[in-house]
C-alpha cells in the first residue's frame, strides 16, 4: 500500500501528458490544412525575431504597466514551474525535495520561486481590476463578449489558485522543518510562506502533514490541468507564440503577396518581346481557387497565426477603421478564423478525420465582405501585435477571392480600376487629359 500515491500519481500524470500529446495532435493537423510549407528562409534572422519578440517580449513592454506586468507573471509563472521537475520525481519515487542535496543553491531557488508567486498573484489581481472594474475599453469590444471574457477571468482565477497552493504547501512543510517531524528535512527558504505560519501553528502534526500532501496534490494537478486547459483557451499562446514569431514574415509590411499564376500573366502583358498568342504553359498549375473563402484557403502560417492570438485587443485599439465605428476588428478576425478551423476540426473528428462540406465558410458566415472592405491596410495591426500575428493577410486573402472569383469589389473599386484599364490612372480623365489641371491653376 505505500506504493499507492506514486501509482496515483504515475496514472495522473501519464493522463495528462496523453491527453495533452492528444491535442497537440489535433492542433498540427489542424494546421496543416493550410497551403503552402512553412518559410525556411532567413533562419539566424527568425531565431533573432523569435528571441526578441517571443523570449524577450520587446513589443510587449510599449506599453509599459501591460507590458511589465505581463513579464512579472510570464517569468514567474514558467520559473516557478521548473519545481514540476522536482514535484514529479517526488512523486514517482516517493522522496520529498529531492532537490535539497543542492544546499545554498536550493534554498536561493525556493525563496525567489516564493518571491515571483508573490509578484504574479499582484500582477493577476491588477489585470483583473483593469478587466473587470476599470474596463479597459479594448477589453470590452462586442467579440470579448461570452467565453473570451470568461477564459480570461478563468486564465487569472488559476494562476490565482495556483500560486496560493504553492505558497499553502511550503507554508505546511516549513512548520513540518521547524517542529522536525521526519521526512520532512530541512530544506529551502522561505520568505513569503513564513508569513502564513501564524494561521496553521495550532494544527496538529497529522492535520500540517495533510495540509501539505493536499496543496502538493492539488498543486500538480491543477497545473497538469492547465496544460490541457490551453488547447481550449487564449492562453495557447504560451506554447504558439515561438514558432508564431519565428515565422512571421521578414519582407517589408507594406509588399503584399501576389499569385504566382497572376504575377505571370501580368509580366508576360508588359513585355513588349512577348507572343501575345503563344500557346498557354502547361506546366504552370492553376490555382484552385483565387484568394481564400474558408480557413483550407489560408495558408499555413495564418492558421498558425490564428492558434496563436492572444486577444489582447493591442490591433483593434489600434486599428484606424475600428476607432471611427466601422466593423472592423483585427482581433475579431483571427478570432473568427480560429473559431472556423474548431468548427472543421469537430466535423473532422466527427467523419474519421475527413471534412465533410457543412454548407458554410469563413467568408459570410463569421466574416462579413462589409469588415474586409473597412480596411486601409495600414499595417497598425501587425505592427501592434506583440507576437507578431498579421491579420492583415487574412482580410487580404478574401478580398482577393470577393475579387477575382465572384467580382464582388466595392463600386468605388470596381470604377477605379476601370479607369485603371482604360486611362492607365484611377481618375476618370484621358491620359492626354491628365495635366489639364495644372494649366486651369
Aim: with cysteine.
Amino acid at each position: 500500500m505505500s506504493y499507492l500515491p506514486n501509482i496515483i500519481f504515475l496514472l495522473a500524470l501519464v493522463l495528462g501528458v496523453g491527453y495533452f500529446s492528444k491535442n497537440v495532435r489535433k492542433l498540427l493537423r489542424n494546421i496543416k490544412l493550410g497551403r503552402q510549407d512553412f518559410p525556411q528562409d532567413n533562419p539566424s534572422e527568425r531565431f533573432k525575431n523569435m528571441a526578441m519578440v517571443a523570449l524577450g517580449q520587446s513589443k510587449m513592454v510599449v506599453r509599459p504597466i501591460a507590458g511589465i506586468l505581463h513579464i512579472v507573471v510570464y517569468v514567474g509563472f514558467i520559473i516557478i514551474n521548473i519545481e514540476v521537475l522536482e514535484i514529479i520525481i517526488d512523486g514517482l519515487i516517493g522522496t520529498h525535495r529531492v532537490f535539497s542535496f543542492l544546499g545554498p543553491v536550493y534554498n536561493i531557488l525556493i525563496a525567489s520561486f516564493e518571491v515571483l508567486a508573490l509578484l504574479v498573484i499582484l500582477a493577476v489581481l491588477i489585470f483583473w481590476i483593469r478587466r473587470n472594474i476599470i474596463k479597459i475599453r479594448r477589453f470590452i469590444k462586442p467579440e470579448m463578449k461570452g467565453w473570451p471574457k470568461k477564459d480570461a477571468d478563468y486564465i487569472l482565477y488559476i494562476e490565482v489558485v495556483l500560486m496560493m497552493l504553492f505558497l499553502t504547501m511550503n507554508a505546511a512543510d516549513y512548520q513540518l522543518q521547524l517542529l522536525e517531524v521526519p521526512h520532512y528535512t530541512r530544506a529551502g527558504l522561505f520568505p513569503v510562506s513564513q508569513f502564513l505560519l501564524p494561521y496553521i501553528q495550532g494544527l496538529s502534526v497529522d492535520s500540517l502533514i495533510l495540509l501539505e500532501r493536499t496543496a502538493w496534490w492539488f498543486h500538480i494537478l491543477g497545473i497538469l490541468f492547465f496544460l490541457n486547459y490551453l488547447y481550449f483557451s487564449k492562453h495557447l499562446h504560451i506554447l504558439l507564440a515561438f514558432p508564431n514569431t519565428y515565422y512571421a514574415k521578414l519582407t517589408p509590411k507594406g509588399e503584399f503577396d501576389n499569385l504566382e499564376a497572376v504575377t505571370k500573366e501580368v509580366k508576360l502583358m508588359m513585355d513588349p518581346s512577348a507572343d501575345p498568342y503563344a500557346a498557354v504553359d502547361e506546366n504552370m498549375p492553376a490555382p484552385e481557387k483565387f484568394g481564400a473563402s474558408d480557413v483550407m484557403d489560408l495558408t499555413k502560417v495564418q492558421l498558425l497565426n490564428a492558434y496563436s492570438c492572444t486577444e489582447c485587443g493591442r490591433c483593434t485599439s489600434e486599428c484606424p477603421a475600428n476607432i471611427t465605428g466601422k466593423e472592423l476588428s483585427p482581433r475579431k478576425i483571427m478570432m473568427d478564423t480560429r473559431d472556423r478551423l474548431e468548427e472543421v476540426s469537430k466535423n473532422m473528428d466527427t467523419n474519421k478525420g475527413i471534412f465533410q462540406d457543412d454548407g458554410k465558410q469563413l467568408l459570410g458566415d463569421y466574416i462579413s465582405s462589409e469588415e474586409l472592405w473597412a480596411c486601409t491596410s495600414c499595417n497598425a495591426c501587425v505592427e501592434a501585435c506583440p507576437i507578431s500575428i498579421d491579420p492583415l493577410s487574412i482580410i487580404m486573402s478574401m478580398r482577393q477571392y470577393l475579387v477575382m472569383e465572384q467580382s464582388a469589389a466595392p463600386t468605388e473599386l470596381n470604377i477605379m480600376m476601370g479607369n485603371i484599364e482604360n486611362n492607365g490612372a484611377p481618375w476618370p480623365f484621358n491620359q492626354m487629359d491628365r495635366l489639364n489641371w495644372a494649366e486651369e491653376s
